[in-house]
């Protein structure tokens, strides 16, 4: 993953030409033309085209990777270059920040993009009763303006050198302003295609659009055809059979089939995509710090990765700052499985043995049921009885996470550190699945986003990681890697984005059918 100093950014006054990257990188000219089938997890009957509302694979595909545009946009070698924004720059302390527009963008519907869709759109986020896990990164917002047609200005609370790259994040959709319902009912954007049909939860069919601002550089598929398939035998058999071109997270107890399949090829991707335990840290018996160090101890990490991910992927440290973050800190010790250590927590909190739910689908993650019965036996060691539920894939994100004391999860992880903590783990944030509220971490997590010397920066990243170690409640026992399959006929570039599956879930506009 490139990296680059955000002070060094910030300092010289020159953010704007480095950071965003209008162009793409050059190549040979990809071909253009036919359908891309894509077969997909993480579809459900409740989606709709309101980004406040995304959180998984197929709707982020179809959004954020489709219809709609974000002001930025992460490539995929990790640096940032600008989508609905042409460039931004910075005050001295990363506290003001102006976003030039694109001019001649227009949505599917013909209205001209501007400053006003973009004030809207954000504003979205912050609405009275919005429901939306971006509302962290808009609240921190106390002024948007429209300097002129296509320039806005957006003063934050206090500085954050990071600010850009929230910009990409995948709820941050832009609608066209006076018309949100409208294009939220009928998926109205300024992306690469328009909507041709969407059934939630079944399909989304997508056009290319005419004259597009990406054209030469992105979309080279005349339709997209994205179908829901949320079990994983079900999508390797529609890839084998020709039924579609390309699926997301693929069975590791199966890959052996596909890689035996000469018309196919395997992806493999390592980025910050991690596998959690998440625990409520106010409800009993989670409340209690021994009891979660109990936990902790009681579980084989190694185990997992060795045989629910057959080697795909590392050892996690209870941290989600991961292996493609710039301030993942491998300098911390490694939490092991230790029965003994686990059985003292046990009784540090007054207990000789322990009796807990875990909540788990396969929607959580691919093997996630399989995971907690290994973690069900390597806890019984130490008088911990771990009782599995297993849950409904259907409904698993709006019925079981956030709202059961302790489930499966996963995260995709984020492309800087204070993105992924500030969705996660910042205090009262809708995505906080452990309700986290840790005076220190929080007091670290505002000092070291308006930090721009990066080392300073780092020391207060390594703390926050060792803390989320030590006392939080996120058992985050592996990071997986993104592995998927696609037909020979499908082309991509040598680099595939590791911030999320599927090249980013922008398959859609950066792959092409070879001739």
């Known amino acids: 993953m490139t990296r680059f100093s955000r002070r060094g950014l910030l300092r010289t006054g020159v953010a704007a030409s480095l950071l965003a990257a209008t162009g793409m990188p050059l190549r040979a000219a990809p071909q253009k033309g036919g359908r891309l089938r894509v077969g997909m997890n993480g579809a459900n009957s409740s989606d709709s085209w309101d980004a406040r509302t995304h959180s998984d694979v197929f709707m982020n595909s179809c959004g954020q990777g489709a219809v709609f545009d974000n002001l930025t946009e992460v490539a995929p070698d990790g640096t940032l270059r600008g989508e609905l924004a042409e460039s931004w720059e910075a005050s001295a302390d990363a506290k003001v920040w102006t976003f030039n527009l694109r001019k001649g963008v227009t949505f599917h519907n013909g209205k001209a993009f501007g400053a006003d869709d973009v004030i809207e759109s954000l504003a979205l986020h912050t609405a ?55 294009a939220i009912a009928k998926g109205i954007g300024t992306g690469l295609y328009s909507v041709v049909s969407f059934e939630p939860g079944v399909r989304f069919v997508g056009k290319r ?43 590791f107890k199966t890959e052996a089939l596909l890689r035996a399949n000469p018309n196919v090829t395997i992806q493999e991707v390592t980025g910050n995509q991690h596998y959690t335990f998440p625990m409520l840290t106010d409800v009993a018996p989670f409340d209690n710090l021994h009891v979660r160090k109990a936990l ?87 008088g911990i009885e771990i009782n599995v ?75 926050m990681q060792e803390i989320l170690r030590d006392e939080g409640g996120a058992i985050i026992p592996m990071f997986a890697n993104y592995v998927q399959a696609l037909s020979n006929k499908v082309g991509t570039d040598e680099t595939i984005g590791n911030m999320f599956q599927m090249d980013n879930c922008r398959m859609g506009e950066r792959w092409w059918m070879k001739a």
């Open 128 to 182: 009275e009763g919005a429901k939306s896990a971006a509302k962290p990164i808009i609240s921190a917002i106390t002024e948007m303006k429209k300097l002129g047609e296509h320039q806005v200005q957006m003063t934050l609370e206090s500085g954050n050198a990071d600010f850009p790259f929230l910009m990409a994040d995948y709820h941050l959709l832009i609608y066209p302003a006076g018309q949100i319902e409208e």
């Open 209 to 251: 659009v005419d004259s597009h601002y990406k054209d030469g550089k992105a979309g080279f598929f005349d339709e997209l055809e994205y179908i829901a398939i949320n079990d994983s035998t079900a999508r390797m058999n529609a890839l084998m059979t020709g039924q579609v071109d390309a699926i997301n997270r693929i069975d």
């Open 389 to 463: 539920v297993q849950e409904p894939a259907d409904g698993y994100w709006s019925n079981v996470w956030l709202k059961k004391p302790w489930g499966a999860a996963y995260w995709s992880g984020r492309a800087t550190e204070d993105w992924m903590f500030s969705s996660a783990y910042e205090k009262g944030v809708p995505w906080n699945d452990t309700h986290w509220d840790h005076p220190r971490f929080q007091e670290l997590l505002l000092s070291a986003r308006a930090e721009l010397d990066s080392d300073k920066r780092r020391a207060q990243y390594f703390e």
């Open 296 to 382: 902790k101890y009681g579980i084989n990490r190694q185990e997992m990765v060795d045989k629910i991910l057959l080697g795909h992927g590392q050892v996690g440290n209870d941290s989600p700052i991961g292996p493609a973050n710039q301030y993942f800190n491998t300098e911390m010790e490694q939490l092991a499985y230790d029965p003994d250590k686990a059985k003292f927590h046990l009784k540090e909190a007054g207990l000789d043995n322990l009796k807990v739910d875990l909540s788990a689908s396969n929607a959580a993650f691919e093997g996630a049921v399989d995971a907690v019965q290994l973690y069900q036996a390597s806890a019984g060691a130490a």
